[in-house]
């Protein structure tokens, strides 16, 4: 049976480990909107409850993300620390060590209204997913569930509902600069850093007018003064912000192109990128009618996107045709806060998503966090793993890099440069 949803909040409070007494505590009540379609969300992956779509669970941990953005410790022992006394959790502070506190801040989503849903559809064989209010390339995770297991997965098309949220007096600004950064860059649902569950809330976006209200609202919470080094954990300082006048839909179309450029034909022909070829060269196997002509050699740019990443070869000869091959971060070398222990994932630092300002106008956005890259990634093919390193890194100098031949990289450009560069969106000072 599922849990029901809180529908008032608690009189009182457990206070923070290390406060001799408890803290003035406010609520509010926020009202929200979905700007664009959600899935998933439940406890169970890719489902929802289409009574009460948004799970005041995933809301609370979506938010500790976001929180944890605002901060400059390096010290991921005192990040930690200090999350926990916030958010809820083990923490070590003196004698209190790894004691369990309750977090202060208490949320409740209530009068979850005008929810309007639609199954996700197939083509007529089967085999493919149709037309669907949320764009083919975002669903394809879950296109094996639907149209081999024949799963019933629903998508919301409309929604709205309030946000109630109590939190102690003296931690407000940070509440709330973490509430608007939720509403602003992530959502609810499946996939919102590719701009599914993204919402309005009219009183949090009060004085955003225009892409400069963003920029500087990035600029006030992203601390300036503090070092723009990468940490193991994704933060605004630091951050690479991109704004422009797309729809999401035409956004995420224009994503789908650029992450699967190949040069024009009936069908398609070779990648304009460079990782099938790497590939070749690692493994030094190559079909006869593909040999590995790419100019940028071992490099595999696309992983800045997000790991892992699944490649197949479909042509005889070529690397483990035609089954599969990952390529992943090597866990020994990275430092990734909030990731599950011994997960091979990288979650992509990049959000792309719509923004709704104050004046109802949209915006299309790309938000790069500022997070440090593994410094070590594996590729698997078969039974053999080759090791990913330096200049075969997505970072690497690229003086000598092409990119593709239709856009080629500029001098030192950045992979995440480049990209907004293709969706014609405004690099923001």
């Known amino acids: ?39 998933g969300g439940d406890a169970k992956s890719w ?42 959790g083990n923490t070590n502070i003196g004698e209190e060590s790894n004691q369990s506190i309750k977090s202060p801040v208490s949320i409740a989503i209530i009068d979850q209204n005008e929810i309007v849903t639609t199954l996700i559809k197939t083509t007529q064989n089967g085999d493919r997913l149709g037309d669907n209010c949320i764009p083919k390339y975002i669903l394809f995770p879950i296109i094996q569930n639907v149209t081999q297991n024949n799963e019933e997965i629903n998508i919301v098309k409309k929604l709205s509902f309030k946000l109630l949220i109590s939190y102690p007096e003296n931690r407000q600004t940070e509440v709330l600069n973490t509430l608007k950064l939720w509403m602003l860059f992530g959502g609810v649902g499946a996939r919102t850093r590719r701009g599914t569950g993204s919402l309005y809330c009219e009183e949090l976006t009060k004085g955003l007018v225009s892409k400069a209200d963003i920029n500087n609202l990035l600029l006030d919470l992203g601390d300036a003064s503090k070092p723009k080094k990468r940490e193991g954990y994704p933060r605004l300082t630091g951050a690479k912000l991109f704004l422009g006048d797309a729809s999401w839909g035409k956004l995420i179309q224009d994503y789908e192109k650029y992450r699967q450029a190949r040069t024009p034909g009936n069908p398609p022909g070779r990648s304009y990128w460079p990782e099938p070829d790497a590939i070749r060269l690692i493994t030094t196997q190559a ?17 800045a996107f997000g790991l892992p990443i699944f490649t197949k070869f479909k042509t005889c000869l070529d690397p483990h045709a035609p089954n599969q091959i990952e390529l992943e971060p090597d866990m020994n070398h990275i430092r990734n806060v909030g990731n599950s222990k011994g997960s091979a994932r990288f979650p992509s630092p990049m959000i792309l998503k719509t923004i709704r300002l104050a004046n109802r106008q949209t915006l ?11 410094t070590k990634l594996k590729l698997k093919v078969g039974n053999t793993e080759h090791d990913i390193v330096g200049n075969m890194l997505p970072f690497a100098p690229n003086e000598q890099k092409t990119m593709r031949t239709d856009l080629p990289l500029q001098a030192n450009e950045c992979i995440y440069d480049h990209l907004a560069r293709s969706l014609g969106l405004e690099k923001m000072p």
Do not use: Y
């Not at 009182?12 to 700007?35: N, R, V, Y």
């Not at 799970?55 to 605002?70: D, E, N, P």
């Open 1 to 39: 049976m599922k849990r029901p949803q809180i529908a008032d909040l608690p009189n009182t409070f457990d206070h923070c480990i290390g406060e001799d007494k408890p803290d003035a505590h406010l609520s509010q009540t926020f009202q929200f909107e979905l700007i664009t379609p959600m899935f």
């Open 47 to 88: 489902q929802l409850d289409i009574k009460n779509p948004v799970r005041t669970a995933s809301v609370k941990g979506s938010l500790r993300f976001w929180w944890r953005t605002l901060q400059n410790e390096s010290d991921i022992t005192k990040l930690l620390n200090a999350e926990n006394s916030l958010w809820g």
């Open 364 to 374: 299309s956005c790309c938000l790069v966090l500022n997070q440090q890259f593994p």
């Open 287 to 303: 079909a006869p009618t593909h040999p590995p002509i790419h100019p940028d050699k071992k490099w595999f740019p696309r992983a």
